[in-house]
Structures are given as structure tokens and as C-alpha cells.
């Protein structure tokens, strides 16, 4: 059986978030390299939103159990 994995968004002023399940590593791979998946990247005014409301953010992985 394949192992399946969860994006986890990580605050520095927040609880984290799990935002996406059931992925390949691939996927989540691909998901954590994009641009809008950190502060310290984003863009969009809905990440600089999360940016101002949360501080610091980015997204990460780890294997679903």
C-alpha cells in the first residue's frame, strides 16, 4: 500500500492547520514548492492577509497514520 500524506499548515501565532489529506508524496511535494505556501513568498492578498492576521506561516508535510 502506498503511503498517503497531509499538508499541514505551520503559524508562528496560530495553531497549525491540516489544509489538504490524502495526497501522494508527490503531490505534496509539489503543493509545499509553490510560491503562495509561506509567507515569506506569498503574493496574493489573501496570503499577505493570513500574513498580517497570523504572522510568519508556511506549508509542510508529513505521512498520514
Known amino acids: 500500500m ?3 500524506f497531509k499538508v499541514i499548515r ?3 501565532k ?3 492547520q491540516v489544509v489538504k489529506t490524502g495526497l501522494t508524496l508527490e503531490e505534496a511535494q509539489a503543493h509545499c ?3 503562495e505556501t509561506s509567507s515569506a513568498t506569498c503574493t496574493t492578498a489573501e496570503g ?3 500574513t498580517k492576521r ?3 506561516w508556511f506549508d509542510g508535510y508529513t505521512e498520514e497514520k
Open 2 to 4: 502506498l503511503a498517503k
Open 10 to 12: 505551520f503559524f508562528d
Open 14 to 16: 496560530h495553531d497549525n
Open 33 to 35: 514548492h509553490l510560491p
Open 48 to 50: 499577505k492577509a493570513r
Open 54 to 56: 497570523f504572522g510568519t
